[in-house]
């Protein structure tokens, strides 16, 4: 008798199981269907996210009185350790829950930080009565100073569970040895960020707006709202998703500091050959023992010698795939050093840029006034703009002329996002220098509170211009560390690439501090005073123009010489 339809390898996902555990089925799982709910997922988070972050150093600065570097230190240093966290939420979800349990864990930890955030800023009690009549003065209690901290780092690890698993989850809806699905799987991405982007821009435009004018209670509560929502959707889309079954309990770090402690163990050992390496003793060969890359990282080879004294039975401590996992670990870890000086030029969007916004005029009308922080909305706006035409347009006509399902490699596509984000630094330097000759010329420089004659609209080109590299970079980056990860480390490839954003504003912060210390020295004023008439931002800005060049060389370096793991981004 025949065998089922269903049972047929044509109908079934490799490596996949649906939410009964059975092989997924090809026709009943995954693909846009699934990942619909998961970017409707992504975009509630978004929103949520960037509706305490995007106007976080207002608040700071505003009813908690913080100076303009310190606010600016403590945004950059949390926004730090969000995009560090990714690291652990990856390393539990791929060696113990899972990424299915690890989003939920995460939602229901973030519902509870933004419900506490909430609170911090809606208890009337915690708003001294002596603070009504002299708000200028009166700088707010520390347990409501304690409480909100404690709650912005709990959404920070909410986050941290929350971001490389989603992200992952979604692409897992592809089948990567399917030729259509691959095709999707890449515009899945650009999508992914299309909608992730549309969440932020509704964030910047409805929460900015909340915060300045109404009620900050009001502005972090709207969040806390949004992702209930998220989780429901999620939720309700659980028979759909396909689920990776390669979770056995292991944690991926503890795997990766196998190899190096079985290497340098080993280190006086001969390098074992691929006929040397068994199924029993390394796992499968697939016809060699370094499928990519046969000359990088030999030395890890040395975990799979084997001996009395590596084991009982004699056999490697490591297996194969261990090793070629930490091979490919190593060899995106170029890739990552060299995009840290994006980052940093991406965390000036939420802090000085915000800061230059409000001493400009934001009037629209007799009435109405920008909130500074709604101005990142362009950075968005121009990636919801352009990701249509990326994904419909120019990648087709990058497909027709390359012949590779992703047009442009990886690789290519964040070089040139590198490179529009050095021209946007450039014009923010130039718009900079504007902003303080106008000052100069209406004679407030000596004014802190006075507002410039010149258009909040100066800042919108170098927002635009952001967007754009984002749609080339973060993308990339997206893709890349995904892509070149092996299937049990892509949650860990997706935090790596947070990383880099996570040291960026480490690195941002660490210069702002240096540089105001190092300016202020002998009676000098900072490069970073409150008043920003007095500021030297410019120098600031072409400080991080001279650093992205030198970093894009090294970039170049490491992308000329980089060995792809899959053969169609070859």
Not at 150 to 162: K, P, R
Not at 219 to 227: D, K, L, Q, T, Y
């Amino acid at each position: 008798m025949e065998a089922p339809q269903l049972s047929q390898p044509s109908d079934t996902v490799e490596g996949a199981v649906d939410y009964k555990g059975d092989p997924a089925i090809r026709s009943e799982t995954g693909r846009w269907r699934s990942s619909g709910f998961i970017i409707g997922v992504e975009i509630a988070e978004r929103f949520s996210y960037c509706g305490i972050a995007a106007n976080l150093i207002t608040y700071l600065t505003g009813p908690l009185k913080q100076s303009t570097v310190t606010a600016a230190v403590n945004v950059t240093t949390w926004s730090g350790v969000a995009s560090m966290l990714p690291l652990l939420g990856a390393s539990v979800a791929d060696g113990y829950l899972g990424r299915y349990r690890t989003i939920i864990f995460a939602s229901l930890l973030y519902i509870l930080g933004l419900g506490l955030l909430t609170l911090s800023a809606m208890i009337p009690s915690f708003t001294p009565s002596t603070c009504q009549n002299n708000m200028i003065s009166c700088y707010p209690p520390q347990y409501q100073i304690i409480l909100f901290f404690c709650s912005l780092y709990l959404v920070a690890l909410a986050q941290g569970g929350h971001k490389p698993c989603v992200q992952a989850f979604g692409a897992d809806q592809f089948d990567g040895q399917h030729p259509e699905e691959i095709k999707s799987r890449s515009s899945f991405f650009n999508w992914w960020y299309f909608g992730m982007c549309g969440g932020i821009v509704f964030s910047n435009l409805i929460l900015t707006y909340v915060q300045d004018n109404l009620n900050w209670g009001l502005g972090f509560g709207i969040p806390c709202i949004c992702m209930i929502i998220a989780i429901v959707v999620f939720l309700l889309g659980t028979k759909t998703y396909r689920y990776s079954f390669n979770v056995d309990n292991d944690n991926p770090f503890r795997r990766i500091g196998q190899v190096f402690v079985a290497a340098v163990r080993n280190r006086r050992a001969s390098t074992p050959q691929a006929a040397t390496v068994n199924e029993e003793g390394g796992g499968a060969l697939r016809g060699a023992l370094l499928i990519h890359g046969a000359n990088q990282f030999r030395f890890l080879d040395k975990a799979l010698a084997t001996g009395p004294e590596n084991s009982k039975e004699g056999s490697p401590v490591c297996s194969v795939n261990q090793v070629e996992e930490v091979k490919a670990l190593l060899r995106v870890v170029p890739i990552w050093a060299a995009c840290i000086l994006f980052a940093v030029v991406d965390a000036q969007s939420s802090t000085f840029f915000t800061k230059q916004g409000a001493t400009m005029d934001r009037s629209i009308g007799s009435r109405f006034k920008i909130p500074p922080a709604s101005l990142q909305t362009f950075i968005n706006l121009s990636i919801v703009i352009f990701m249509p035409i990326y994904d419909r347009v120019l990648m087709r006509i990058a497909r027709a002329l390359t012949r590779k399902p992703s047009g442009l490699t990886t690789l290519q596509r964040i070089g040139t996002g590198l490179v529009i984000s050095m021209i946007a630094m450039v014009v923010a330097t130039l718009v900079e220098r504007k902003r303080i000759q106008t000052a100069i010329d209406a004679k407030i420089v000596d004014i802190p509170k006075a507002i410039v004659p010149m258009s909040i609209w100066w800042l919108a080109p170098q927002y635009i211009l952001f967007g754009i590299a984002d749609c080339f970079t973060r993308v990339g980056l997206q893709e890349f560390f995904y892509d070149q990860m092996p299937k049990a480390l892509r949650s860990v490839g997706l935090a790596l690439y947070l990383s880099i954003f996570g040291v960026g504003s480490f690195l941002s912060s660490f210069l702002v501090s240096i540089i105001d210390k190092l300016t202020s020295e002998h009676g000098h004023e900072s490069w970073f005073p409150n008043n920003l008439y007095r500021a030297h931002l410019d120098y600031f800005y072409s400080l991080l123009v001279g650093l992205s060049a030198l970093w894009f060389l090294f970039y170049l370096y490491f992308a000329k010489s980089y060995v792809y793991n899959r053969e169609y981004n070859t």
